[in-house]
DNA sequence: CGCCAGCTTGAACGAGGTCAACGGGAGTGG
DNA sequence: CCACTCCCGTTGACCTCGTTCAAGCTGGCG
């Protein structure tokens, strides 16, 4: 985890070059972000205040209890959130790709750490600027209530995980949400693309390395995925795979 | 689990009867609840068509997976809400008491069951009234999202809790957290009012009941806490429940 | 009084953790 | 170009915490 220093005005956000500012109505993620909800005039008006940034693998971009200054949007690459204790272990709470908005509304401080998982865009927004649009907009304020809402959905579900899932259950459950997500963005779920380590998963799903590699390579015995260049996996048998989750 | 037949105009909700409508204005909940953000015109738009219903120890207020038409303020009493896995294993997602609120704007179908754990009264308001008026009155829409927003972070916390901390830590930050919501509903913090059974307990926990209650115990025996009457947990040692939690 | 559900306690077991070793690929420096 | 290091993933052996199974205990209720 390397921390970066902080070369632009926007507060409490370490790291990451300052782009030059491109106009949002070509943002190649705007059909899939936030954005979307927005007007011309609003997405005008916020062009004016955001800011691309980039960030290499191992970059934090806001630690845990920051000040929670930033909305952002994932343009490229991905970002784990997690929790510390004070004795170092780790939860990570999510993973994030292109599309995904960081930053909750109306919160103080940053509940959690956000760490790049390879080079990562983003595109940052003030907060204030962004719940300005949202009182004057009902459909920005909707869609951040939409988002909020399918966040603690998905919380509840991997809540479920952790409190009563085996090792197998985990894993095979988060190859699935995996391949739900990479095929929302479009990508091939087959040939899975994942860019977090073994130890990320593990503190993902409750687990350790150990037993995140052990569960892998029994998947893989069985015939369910094979592991074949290095941050892919090759999912080969879907039905078994969904029998392994549990659902 | 009891289910109850559906009485009322309000769909998709089992059990719970009718009361005769009180106006909101006078409602003992109103300063801590949601409809705190409400001005008297919303206020009197919404106590038309609102309702009060009470619950018995089990009755189910709504299904995983029913449509989610409603909005509940928990008047008093209190809740639990659970997802069951196909065999059976059931994770305790959240409780909610006097003052909190139920059900999610913008989502289709409720992802946990809510089930009352005592006699319980709830205020029932038509989900799409609660966002109509989100839509043209700021002040509301505002609260949703920050209510969403600290479920979101407290979704995090209960990870962390449950994907890295012990048995003891588990339950001894379930102690603290019960007991400052206690203290928000301006109640007994040392002597605890513990609605939940242990099994319920346990399920919130991602443990056992039998950990539990041998946990327990132990916290008992370490002059941590006290057991006295059922259903009140007193607590002796804040100091020492707090290395216990390991916050 | 007897029944039943919830809580506790004991004993044995096992899933996953811990500790340790090893292998391979990427990056680095000579 | 090779030697070296470091990090990541894998595998094995052992152990532990919490589960499972089983038995009692208690209090509320018909």
Redesign the interface.
């Known amino acids: 985890m390397k921390t970066v220093s902080n070369t632009m005005s926007i507060p409490a956000c370490g790291g990451g070059a300052v782009d030059p500012n491109i106009p949002c109505f070509d943002c190649g993620v705007r059909a899939r972000a936030v954005c979307s909800s927005l007007s011309n005039a609003e997405l005008s008006d916020l062009s004016q205040v955001n800011r691309h940034r980039k960030f290499s693998s191992g970059d934090c971009v806001f630690f845990e209890g920051d000040p929670a200054d930033s909305f952002f949007v994932v343009m490229g690459g991905s970002l784990k ?1 997690y ?1 510390l ?3 170092g ?3 990570v ?1 999510g993973f994030l790709f292109r599309g995904d908005m960081i930053g ?4 103080q401080d940053a ?2 750490t956000a760490e790049a998982l390879e080079d990562t865009r983003l595109c940052q927004m003030p907060r204030e600027r962004v719940e300005q649009i ?2 004057d907009s ?1 459909p920005l ?2 869609r ?3 988002i ?2 399918k ?3 998905s ?6 995980l ?4 085996t090792a197998q259950e985990r894993l095979a459950s988060f190859l699935i949400w995996l391949s739900a997500k990479a095929e929302e963005r479009g990508e091939d779920r087959d040939r899975l693309a994942v860019p977090m380590s073994r130890t990320d998963m593990g ?4 687990l350790t390395v150990e037993t995140v590699s052990r569960t892998m390579t029994k998947l893989k015995n069985a015939g369910i995925i094979s592991l074949e260049d290095r941050g892919v996996i090759h999912v080969r048998d879907w039905d078994r795979l969904e029998d392994a989750a ?1 659902i």
């Open positions: 959130l929790k204790m004070a004795d272990r780790r939860q709470t909750a509304a109306y919160q509940d959690v949202a009182d009902n304020g909707r951040l209530l939409e909020a809402t966040g603690v959905a919380a509840h579900e991997q809540m479920l952790l409190g009563r899932k503190d993902y799903l409750g549990a």
